[in-house]
């Protein structure tokens, strides 16, 4: 199950919080090197802030997190804004209605091939439920080679904002995909994913008037 | 290292505070306010008998604290161990799991975490002049929100300077001056930006700002950039407002 996690609801999910903050650690920098930093082994970046949403992948069993990956108005500074805007041919997307998706992390102990895949069809799909939940027409994102194909070709309606460029030991390249239901049905049906991924738990539900 | 309003209101209050003990209250109220169940902000001695001038602000339970004093661990503690050796905050999980530990390290870990006392998050404390010192902090039940967590660096090394302040008020601390470069480039480092921001913001390139903010730690004598922009709040350099984002 993937959990929507906002400013209103976040404080009931301050252990899966803190697991991701963690996982986001051991993967970027531990494993893949990226140069972040993470006094406290916590990886939390300046764009870690009250008004972006999370969704995070928690096991049935035992509640654990499987995965996550982070939400960013772009009205305000965010990654693609203050790092990658070079990779924007025609310049930055921002709006109201343009997020950016960044920090999708796999937890540490799911295995790379079709494991890593099947949650990242399964984050997707979570995104784009969300988006419609929150109004968004597209989001954008950065995909290092290895991400960018498969981001591609999931389904949803994806497009270049600008070429594959090397920065670092990475080639990356900015993306957009429109959210849209028809884009969820087919994320879904290519996926083989059935209903709703995401859940959206509140601490206090407003009573119907 | 983001300075929240959270921990900028807490530094106020602790500026306000008029003995150790004062600082010590608003320490507890407002780490609880965070989700911490426990504090530990205090010099490496024996708790229940401290040294002049040592910090102790401990609010674990009484039973843990009277067996700590006589069984004598804050020779062995090996949280207190780590944090001697670490430069940077850690979880003790993160930490301790790697490390050779004595059988009795592992009873005195294993023991705490019985009664609650698992789990935390160590603050090294390395100040001149100061005893050994650390902020451990254990979360409660309902967890920490992990944005809180930078903001608690901060909280804990002024905390602890402020509460040693206050204690030792005779004597005079060195103030050494700051450049208005340093000064600027503390502020902004103190309100949570990085080397990469604040070159941008103040047009120099991000080596001179890592090398402006490393003059001002050699000027204190510190090892952590919260530490210098905690001493330059203290002695009046830089003000706390600066902070705000």
Redesign the interface.
């Known amino acids: 199950m993937i959990h929507i996690i906002t400013e209103d609801n ?2 009931l999910f ?2 899966a ?2 697991e ?2 963690r996982h986001r650690k051991s993967v970027f920098i531990d494993r893949m090197r990226w140069g972040l ?1 993470a ?4 990886e ?1 970046d ?1 764009f ?3 008004d972006a949403v999370y969704l995070v992948e928690t096991a049935a069993h035992d509640g654990a997190v499987t995965g996550s990956v982070r939400l960013l108005p772009t009205a305000r500074a965010h990654l693609m804004s203050e790092v990658f805007a070079h990779l924007c041919v025609t310049g930055v997307p921002r709006g109201a209605r343009i997020w950016e998706v960044s920090r999708f992390c796999p937890a540490p102990q799911i295995a790379k091939g079709a494991p890593r895949q099947a949650l990242l069809a399964r984050m997707i799909a979570g995104i784009m439920e969300t988006g419609l939940l929150f109004g968004m027409e597209r989001v954008t994102f950065v995909a290092g080679a290895a991400l960018a194909p498969l981001a591609m070709a999931i389904g949803w309606d994806a497009a270049p904002l600008g070429p594959t460029m090397r920065m670092g030991r990475e080639r990356v390249r900015a993306i957009t995909a429109a959210i849209t239901p028809e884009g969820l049905n087919a994320v879904r049906a290519r996926n083989s994913l059935t209903g709703p991924m995401t859940r959206f738990a509140a601490a206090v539900l407003p009573a119907a008037a | ?2 300075s929240s309003r959270v921990a900028i209101e807490f530094m106020e209050k602790c500026r306000a505070a008029a003995s150790a003990d004062a600082v010590r209250d608003v320490l507890f109220a407002d780490m609880a306010a965070m ?1 911490f169940a426990y504090v530990a902000c205090c010099s490496h001695v024996d708790p229940l008998r401290p040294p002049p001038g040592a910090v102790n602000m401990i609010n674990y339970p009484a039973a843990w604290l009277a067996r700590f004093s006589a069984e004598n661990y804050a020779a062995h503690d090996p949280v207190f161990m780590a944090a001697r050796t670490s430069a ?4 003790w999980d ?1 930490v301790l799991k790697g490390r050779r530990l004595t059988r009795l390290q592992r009873d005195i870990l294993q023991d705490a975490a019985a009664i609650g006392l698992a789990n935390g ?1 160590t603050i090294p404390i390395h100040s001149p002049g100061a005893l050994p010192a650390s902020c451990s902090l254990v979360p409660g039940p ?6 809180q ?2 903001a608690v ?1 901060l909280m804990a090394v002024y905390a602890h300077e402020r509460a040693r302040a206050l204690l030792d008020d005779g004597a005079h601390a060195l103030r050494p001056a700051l450049s208005a470069r340093e000064r600027e480039c503390l502020a902004l480092a103190g309100a ?3 080397d990469w ?1 604040i070159g941008r913001m103040l047009g120099i390139h991000e080596r001179t700002v890592h090398n402006t903010i490393e003059r001002a730690k050699k000027r204190y004598g510190v090892a952590f950039r919260v530490q210098a922009v905690v001493r330059a709040v203290l002695d009046g350099q830089i003000r706390i407002d600066d902070l705000a984002d």
């Open positions: 976040r404080h301050r252990h919080l803190m991701m903050h930093e006094p406290q082994g916590l939390i300046q870690d802030a009250a | 290292m983001p989700g940077v905050p850690f979880f993160d998050l309902d967890g920490v929100d992990p944005l967590v930078p660096f949570g930006k990085s921001v």
